[in-house]
């Protein structure tokens, strides 16, 4: 143990740990920009400068180690003057438009602005100008609004390991880009939307839909159906106030009902029916012998980055469309047909915790012909909120109200879907009644439910045993996957998802600042999934396969899980795509 | 940049740029070796084309995003081809005090071009450098692997006529 005083506090850490850590045991909160806990150390921004007896510089308390009889201090006259100037300086070449960024009120700089004592402004220099990145229809860059704190960097490369990000350039020409500076949308990039999540500032931000939607509801001749994500209800409470872990399912129907929209269905009832198509696309896999591992689509991010960097293992996907998909695709022609209403007239919103579920409705392969996609715009939970807040909505004070039939009522199965681990529980419920024909009693699978990186669970399913693992953050999907390509592990299902935590972390999420977290915090993560738990447990049906209005579809329009109508509505056709994807192995430790 | 090398294919440069990288011990583990290959492959190819990049990339399992990164940090590496002579004009503070401007200033009426420039006969890329640890005959520019010093704007015209002629 080194000891060393801090703040004129004695305080006894283990070799090798950084000033800023060995602050926090005794409750000093050194300020921060570029530092996260749960990235590699980066030691750029400077903010968390200390002073430390003997020394003549003033080291980055993030990247310097203590050492032994260290005399540490964290605020002095001098540090608050250095920080206010080199937060300063930041701001000196950032835009001045606060007031109409989409961060206002959100951003790590305007705080940091304000409690490092920027008060006036000293500095006049010469500013970056770049143009913005709009190719991607997930994901758009604002290079200008970019304070190179590269947690982008960090975490499209070591969370997502993308690496579709990375430096061009040197000093004040330094701009984060992919590589050769190509545009988004013609990149590895999978559109996770972590970067958006990650930066600090609004170098990066979700392609706006909002636009496009209030367009169709101003429009007599749009019939407007809208679905959201399980994801969007376990977390919309936290842009209005509420504490992260409350189910507000029936505010956001009524305030979307307010808002104009015609028919407001649930994407979990699109869960319940991908449940009966993969489920059976898993009988179908079990009866044949294979091939397997079975491998999950549900979530947009990890489709876009098999179909960058696991060429050889696309066969392995299944092809059954997205929750969001097949709900976007049952609304153009089940619901229409039954509602008399002209597919072409129907336009469909999907409200989603993700950024890549724009990707999703972008591809043609999810469309239902050349003409018509299943979804027409995707927003992110945080359009959500701002869309009901540009509306003068008192959220939390609407009535509760229930969604419309006939793609209304979802299961516990649909409910699950929002959090890793979730989509492999509920097919698990379906599939042992597929198999065994009898009722899987046990329906909650610790195994498969925590929050480590990739889980692994044997289930015994009529005498069988099937292996079921399961990874979240693609960096783990990396990990996983390359086991089982190696040999070195056996799978029969694998779920992955793109996002750290599954959708309830995904890249359209409220910023984990605006309930004082940080990105990543598994805390949050862990509160949002309880309030999909308490969902599925408080629903008397919580096996896809019972829910009758699912069974009614089947009755009288799909005929049978894998029918050619089926075939022809709810699956996909996954690609190869280039750039082909190139990751870094991870290095022996 | 040898004269054998410069009549080489570009599939044979490859295999020579691959035979580089496979001489490492573990081209996987050794991505400390990037610099040393990125310098070969400027060698060998004058410039780093996007498909040289994105072949080192594959070569040794480093993300594009990366490479490109180092290629552009460091102001040796070029992404443009360059004239077969490049001549840097070293702008240290020993030869800038020495003449170096004045220097530079002769060799642009001469060729035409601006710092950054390559001839249209693709002979010459005009550089500026900071200082190439010369002092001593400053003012001091390098063409290709030859260096001059103690220069001065006369004797510009003879020097650069060489190269005219060893085309």
Known sequence: MINLTIDGKPVSVPEGTTIMS????????????????????????????????????????CAYPVEEGMVVRTITPEIREIRRDIVELLLDNHPTDCQTCERDGNCELQDLAYSTGVRERFFEGERKHYENDYSSPGVIRVP???????????????????????????????????????????????????????????????????HNVMRALADPNKHVVVQFAPSVRAAIGEGFGIKPGVPLQKKIVSALRLIGFDAVFDTEVGADVNIMEEGMEFIERVKAGGPFPLI?????????????????????LSSTKSPMSILGSLAKTYYAEKAGIPKENIYSVGAMCCTAKKFEAARHQCWLDENTPAVDAVMTTRELIWLIKSNGIDFMNLPDEEFDDPLGDSTGGGSIFGWTGGLAESVLRSVYYFITGETLVDIEFDGLRSMEWVKRQTINIGGTDYKFAVAHGLQNAHTLLRSIRDGKEEAHFVEIMGCPGGCIGGGGQPYARTTGSIPLDEKLLKKRADALR?????????????????????????????????????HTKLVSRLPVGISRRENKP | MSCTECKLTESEKLTELSAFIEAHPDPVEAQGALIPVLHRAQELFGYLPTEVMDFVADKMQVPTAYVYGVATFYSHFTLIPRGKY??????????????????????????GIRTGETTEDGLFTLLETRCIGACGLAPVLTIGDDVYGRLTPDQIPDILEKYHVEK
């Open chain 2, 86 to 111: 490049p001549i840097s004009v070293c702008m240290g503070t020993a030869c800038y005090v020495k003449g170096a401007p004045a220097i530079l200033d002769t060799i642009k009426q001469q060729i």
């Open chain 1, 22 to 61: 060995a602050a926090e045991k005794i409750g000093v909160k050194v300020p921060r920009l570029c530092y996260h806990p749960r990235l590699s150390v980066e030691g750029a921004c400077r903010v968390c400068i200390v002073e430390v007896e003997g020394m003549r510089s003033l080291p980055a308390s």
């Open chain 1, 296 to 316: 999950t689509s549900c979530s947009s991010a990890w489709i876009k980055f098999a179909e960058n960097f696991y060429h050889d293992m696309l066969p392995n």
């Open chain 1, 144 to 210: 200008d609004k970019c304070v190179m704190c590269h947690r982008c960097v960090r975490i499209c490369g070591e969370v997502q390991g993308i690496h579709c990000l990375g430096y061009h350039s040197r000093g004040f020409k330094t701009v984060v880009m992919p590589a050769y500076n190509l545009p988004f949308n013609d990149s590895v990039c999978s559109t996770c939307g972590q970067c958006i999540n990650a930066c600090p500032t609004a170098a990066f931000l979700e392609k706006d839909a909002v």
């Open chain 1, 534 to 570: 308490s969902e599925d447990r408080s629903k008397t049906i919580r096996r896809s396969y019972e829910n009758p209005w699912v069974q009614r579809l089947y009755r009288e329009y799909l005929g049978a899980p894998l029918s050619e109508k089926s075939h022809k509505l709810l």
